[in-house]
């Protein structure tokens, strides 16, 4: 069922390329957030499900500064990847992890969209809502599966 982790990339490359990513992540961040530089060239037309600062706008392009995007992006997708690369996900024979790194993986494609969608107050609703999605799926994972394993 779970795909993500078997293309042939070696686990230790995957690895390193997480943790480079958390680290370009976090360079990025201070010099965004406490430097407070925000490159010209990064202010670009990006379409947004929902954006919502002073104004309300729906399925429309706006113009929004990209470099808190990119830090997010980095950072989650690499805290991804350092995670699904632990040696205790290497044979998936527990249940536990298959469920835990299957809602790992739903959240973070969640937290991906968000990033890419959602803008101002709209994107910080998102984060709300991730906060709590990772619980929420791998309860239901979960709980499907010990459904699965009760009736058979």
């Given amino acids: 069922m779970?795909?993500?982790i078997s293309f042939n990339v070696p686990r230790k490359e995957l690895r390193i390329t997480g943790y480079v990513s958390?680290?370009?992540?976090?360079?990025?961040?201070?010099?965004?957030?406490y430097f407070g530089i925000k490159p010209e060239f990064?202010?670009?037309?990006?379409?947004?499900?929902?954006?919502?600062?002073l104004e309300e706008k729906y399925f429309e392009l706006i113009t929004n500064n990209i470099l808190d995007e990119?830090?997010?992006?980095?950072?989650s997708l690499g805290s991804y990847?350092?995670?699904i690369t632990n040696d205790?996900?290497?044979d998936l024979k527990n249940e536990f992890s298959k469920s835990f790194l299957i809602a790992i993986t739903l959240n973070t494609i969640m937290?991906?969209?968000s990033f890419l969608f959602f803008y101002g107050l709209a994107f910080v609703y998102m984060m709300i809502v991730n906060l709590f999605s990772f619980?929420?799926?791998?309860?239901?994972?979960?709980?499907?599966?010990?459904l699965r394993i009760f009736k058979d």
């Fill in 2 to 4: 779970f795909k993500i």
């Fill in 111 to 113: 937290i991906i969209i």
């Fill in 42 to 53: 990064l202010y670009l037309k990006v379409f947004a499900i929902y954006s919502s600062y």
């Fill in 22 to 33: 958390v680290l370009i992540g976090i360079i990025l961040f201070f010099i965004r957030f």
């Fill in 88 to 90: 205790l996900f290497e």
């Fill in 70 to 75: 990119i830090i997010g992006i980095l950072l």
């Fill in 135 to 146: 619980n929420i799926i791998f309860i239901l994972i979960a709980e499907s599966k010990k």
């Fill in 81 to 83: 990847l350092v995670i």
